[in-house]
């Protein structure tokens, strides 16, 4: 079963602009994480933030997490052709292995 | 540092033949990873080793699908028979402990015809 749920689940913007994808979820858990996947570089790790953390920057990019409201944003900056790829959050439940959302595809075109 | 390594990257098979996927870890990580990923879904885990032993393998077609974890490092995830459903990426992943950050190989793209 699939715990996160990106939105939107596609995304096209100009070189430059910022990207915003969101991530929601059901239970309780000890991390977040986002990944990106492009066809050259396969599926990497981008950033993780913990529940006890709001906010969590890297480079261009900013991950938000309100466990609230079982949601987490993250913010990619002054895109790039480069950042092209699809972006998937995925949770850490509290004694459970990573469960993966079905992904934004994000399209940065110059 | 060297990455995850996996083999072979590309598989094409008939239905019902069996097929063997091999991984490499990350030198020094405990725990290893099996995703199914079907196209245009997120990676699905099938089975998480720490060490040599089974943490988690509730998504695991026992029927049809093995994986083992020799002397805790490799690990090979075999499908016998196949099915046209079994077609997808197949990642393997690694971690220095359970719920950390994920290293992952490149993949085998499987397709059952």
């Known amino acids: 079963s699939q715990q996160g749920e990106e939105d939107p689940q596609a995304l096209s913007i100009q070189e430059g602009e910022n990207a915003t994808m969101n991530c929601s979820y059901k239970?309780?858990?000890?991390?977040l994480q986002w990944y990106r996947q492009n066809s050259g570089r396969g599926l990497v790790h981008l950033i993780l933030?913990?529940?006890?953390?709001r906010e969590k920057h890297s480079g261009r990019l900013r991950v938000t997490l309100d466990t609230s409201k079982k949601s987490s944003s993250l913010l990619i900056t002054a895109s790039r052709a480069a950042d092209t790829a699809s972006y998937f959050c995925?949770?850490?439940?509290?004694?459970?292995?990573?469960?993966f959302g079905k992904g934004t595809t994000l399209s940065v075109s110059s | 540092e060297a990455g995850v390594a996996q083999s072979p990257r590309y598989k094409i098979i008939e239905k019902r033949q069996s097929v063997a996927f091999w991984c490499n870890p990350i030198?020094?990580?405990?725990?290893l990873y099996w995703y199914q990923q079907i196209l245009g879904q997120g990676p699905k885990l099938l089975i998480q080793?720490?060490?040599?032993?089974?943490?988690?393998d509730s998504q695991l077609p026992k029927d049809r699908f093995s994986a083992e974890r020799l002397k805790g490092v490799d690990s090979t995830l075999k499908i016998q028979p196949a099915k046209l459903e079994d077609s997808a990426v197949y990642l393997c992943?690694?971690?220095?402990?359970?719920?950390?950050?994920?290293?992952f190989g490149p993949g085998t793209r499987l397709t059952v015809t």
């Open positions: 030198s020094g990580h405990a725990t």
């Open positions: 933030i913990r529940s006890n953390e």
């Open positions: 080793f720490q060490n040599n032993g089974v943490v988690d």
């Open positions: 239970t309780s858990i000890n991390n």
């Open positions: 992943a690694s971690s220095r402990s359970t719920g950390g950050e994920q290293y």
């Open positions: 995925a949770t850490d439940a509290k004694g459970t292995a990573l469960i």
